[in-house]
């Protein structure tokens, strides 16, 4: 049975960083492409970034570039999301998301998710 678990949410101020982690189990994890979404309180659900199964590619939204890291270590069955310089507009919902693909391709299902953390910036 394949559970993903985040981790490492909570308050923090506008400005500052914070990193979630996402332990998975169930699963041959170096085979799957990772990935962070969030949903914000009324909003869709966004794609933050997504990272391949060696961590060689990475992909982020528009609305996190330059800001947010995704990275992994294979060894610990463990993906992370580095988020710096947060703003209150990134308050949200965070799921770890897993894609029985080596890497992430446009508009293909999410295989599992996690169950979510919560992540609130105050300005």
């Known amino acids: 049975q394949v559970q993903l678990v985040e981790s490492g949410g909570g308050l923090v101020q506008a400005g500052g960083s914070m990193r979630l982690s996402c332990a998975a189990s169930?699963?041959?994890?170096?085979?799957?492409?990772m990935g962070w979404f969030r949903q914000a309180p009324g909003k869709e659900r966004e794609l933050v970034g997504t990272?391949?199964?060696?961590?060689?590619?990475?992909y982020y939204g528009d609305s996190v570039k330059g800001r947010f890291t995704i990275s992994r270590d294979n060894a610990k069955n463990t993906v992370y999301l580095q988020m710096n310089s947060l703003k209150p507009e990134d308050t949200a919902d965070y799921y770890c998301?897993?894609?029985?693909?080596?890497?992430?391709?446009?508009?293909?299902?999410?295989?599992?998710w996690g169950q979510g953390t919560q992540v609130t910036v105050s300005s």
């Open positions: 998301a897993a894609w029985s693909s080596s890497y992430y391709y446009i508009d293909v299902p999410v295989d599992y």
């Open positions: 990272i391949s199964w060696s961590g060689g590619s990475t």
């Open positions: 169930g699963m041959i994890f170096s085979s799957y492409a």
